[in-house]
């Protein structure tokens, strides 16, 4: 890459991160809402490794089961404040917006509309449910 170039995706991936913090870090005070405390439940009851058998034979829950463990990790490493909890959505919503990001690579979308649409996911709140609530994580 050159390095015009890099200093142009460094710009987006800040931008990026920049717009994303503006569009939720009111959101970052909020306390748990009842959902949430079930998905710490429900993360606490199978996100352990030896528990995760049982996860998987649990229709409801085994397609959320990456959401679960992450909930477990968050849960063991910061305990139930809410903050981490909020970061780790803010955080999963700007590593999305990288991604839509990073499809300029693919030479049909170019890297300027993936900028474009990267910017619009990171500052548009059609998606903020599952940034804002996060039992809504698997969405």
Known sequence: ???SIRTQALLVLGAIFVLSLLTYARS???PFISD???QIHY???YGAFEN???LFSD???RCRATSLILTHWT???FGIDPLPYRLTSLFLDILCSTLVFALGSWRVIGWRIAALAALCFAFLEGHQESVIWYAALPE
């Open 1 to 3: 890459m050159k390095k």
């Open 28 to 30: 970052l005070s909020l």
């Open 36 to 38: 949430d405390y079930v």
């Open 43 to 45: 993360a606490s009851k």
């Open 52 to 54: 995760w058998p049982a």
């Open 59 to 61: 229709a409801l829950y």
């Open 75 to 77: 849960e063991q490493l």
